[in-house]
Antibody
Framework: EVQLVQSGAEVKKPGESLKISCKGS????????IGWVRQMPGKGLEWMGI????????RYSPSFQGQVTISADKSISTAYLQWSSLKASDTAMYYC??????????????????WGQGTLVTVSS | EIVMTQSPATLSVSPGERATLSCRASQSVSSNLAWYQQKPGQAPRLLIY???TRATGIPARFSGSGSGTEFTLTISSLQSEDFAVYYCQQYNNWLNFGQGTKVEIK
């Protein structure tokens, strides 16, 4: 069974750093892109970026380039999302999601077939 | 960037009725379009990919259609568990979600 299990909720102060995680199991972690989606309180879904753990190829949405860092440790099948200096506006739910593979994908991307349970990040002084 | 526009923002439907949700892309995304359902406090769930293929375990009352720039998600007979927010997402050129349609009980 494919599972993505995310780390727990975090409460941080502005300016602090943070790294949250997403552990994959039940599939070949190095063979699928995995990404991060932000959902601000009461708002919609936004793609932040994706990583291919097999070779660490990483791509960011323009809105998030330079604002966060996405990484992966394939030895423990875990993807990460990190901030060096949090802002109050980073308060949101963050989901990891696996991108599918196969004939219904485009040449550059794919739908997300499995999702983590979400990590709530609260940034407040 | 491809902009995805969903309509309506909110759809009020009675249980057992049909719901039709629309999604428009600012440029062609071919059939590289997915639909997701999100209930309060839950992660999104994949419903449809390739514009019209149901994901594993998705009931037949959910159907998707369209290609290019115009797409539709139809729920043929709404059940109580279908009241949720629905998002379309293109994956033809990067990844972009629509802003969502909330399906609420009338």
């Amino acid at each position: 069974e494919v599972q993505l299990v995310q780390s727990g909720a975090e409460v941080k102060k502005p300016g602090e750093s943070l790294k949250i995680s997403c552990k994959g199991s039940g599939y070949s972690f190095t063979s699928y892109w995995i990404g991060w989606v932000r959902q601000m309180p009461g708002k919609g879904l936004e793609w932040m970026g994706i990583i291919y753990p097999g070779d660490s190829d990483t791509r960011y949405s323009p809105s998030f380039q330079g604002q966060v860092t996405i990484s992966a440790d394939k030895s423990i099948s875990t993807a990460y999302l990190q901030w060096s200096s949090l802002k109050a506006s980073d308060t949101a739910m963050y989901y990891c999601a696996r991108l599918g593979r196969g004939g219904y994908c485009s040449s550059t991307s794919c739908y997300s077939d499995y999702w983590g349970q979400g990590t709530l990040v609260t940034v407040s002084s | 960037e491809i902009v995805m526009t969903q309509s309506p923002a909110t759809l009020s439907v009675s249980p057992g009725e049909r719901a039709t949700l629309s999604c428009r892309a600012s440029q062609s995304v071919s059939s590289n379009l997915a639909w997701y359902q999100q209930k309060p406090g839950q992660a999104p769930r994949l419903l449809i990919y390739g514009a019209s293929t149901r994901a594993t375990g998705i009931p037949a009352r959910f159907s998707g259609s369209g290609s290019g720039t115009e797409f539709t998600l139809t729920i043929s007979s709404l059940q109580s568990e279908d009241f949720a927010v629905y998002y379309c997402q293109q994956y033809n050129n990067w990844l972009n979600f629509g802003q969502g349609t909330k399906v609420e009980i009338k």
